[in-house]
């Protein structure tokens, strides 16, 4: 009987974690094995299950997948990780490989490539779409960041999670209970941003988080669920 890779799938919408199990035990040499929705599920899941591949989304319950990402890694050094998630490829795919992904999926085309992804993963290689290889390898060869792209690029990962709940509502107290972070700490990351961004007031950065959440997570625009 061939021996089944085991998988363990870490994101915060079950129905989507149901749909994407199914996919997977189709396969006859991968399986499931457990199912996380959060930061600290997913280190338990890891350390009783020892899985062979986790798949990670970037938006988690009580913290950014970026940042489980990168523990996993510190922790598990050859632990395949794959990136599967709604947020555009342009911004966080980089960011998912340097924290130690291995590869990165949009989620409206994780039917289509997430298996081909799975088996490329689990052989040692790199998955990404051939939009991100050459903004990669283009990155490599120039030594700097393209002109063409958003100010946001310029954000580091931590920036950016803050960024990104300022746009979906939440105000300074409520990042930083998310984040596990004082909220002296996140207005100091506030005025980063601004800094970076070219943002004048707190108003500004609002509407402007706010405009990018929501950019982010349109179908059919920059992504879709």
């Known amino acids: 009987m061939r021996i089944r890779r085991t998988i363990l799938i870490v994101d915060d919408h079950p129905i989507f974690r149901h749909g994407l199990a199914q996919l997977i035990n189709q396969e006859n040499d991968l399986e499931v094995c457990g199912e996380a929705e959060d930061y600290h599920g997913a280190l338990k899941c890891v350390e009783s299950l020892a899985p062979d591949l986790v798949i990670v989304d970037i938006t988690l319950k009580n913290m950014s997948g970026i940042d489980l990402i990168k523990d996993l890694h510190r922790r598990y050094r050859t632990l395949p990780m794959?990136?599967?998630s709604m947020h555009e490829e342009s911004l966080y795919a980089e960011r998912s490989l340097r924290a130690g992904a291995r590869g990165y999926i949009m989620?409206?085309?994780?039917?289509?490539?997430?298996?081909d992804a799975i088996r490329q993963v689990l052989q040692g290689r790199i998955?990404?779409?051939r939009d991100v290889t050459d903004s990669?390898?283009?990155?490599?060869?120039?030594?700097?960041?393209?002109?063409?792209?958003?100010?946001?690029?310029?954000?580091?990962?931590?920036?950016l999670e803050v960024f990104r709940l300022i746009g979906e509502g939440l105000g300074l107290s409520e990042v930083a209970d998310r984040?596990?972070?004082?909220?002296?700490?996140?207005?100091?990351?506030?005025e980063r941003i601004k800094e970076k961004l070219g943002i004048k007031n707190a108003t500004e950065l609002l509407r402007s988080a706010m405009k990018w959440v929501e950019n982010d997570q349109t179908p059919g625009e920059k992504t879709s669920q």
């Open 107 to 115: 989620k409206q085309e994780a039917s289509e490539s997430v298996i």
């Open 82 to 84: 794959l990136v599967i």
């Open 179 to 190: 984040l596990n972070l004082s909220v002296k700490t996140i207005g100091t990351y506030r």
């Open 136 to 159: 990669l390898l283009t990155r490599f060869v120039d030594g700097q960041h393209t002109a063409l792209e958003s100010p946001v690029h310029a954000l580091t990962d931590r920036e």
């Open 127 to 129: 998955y990404a779409s």
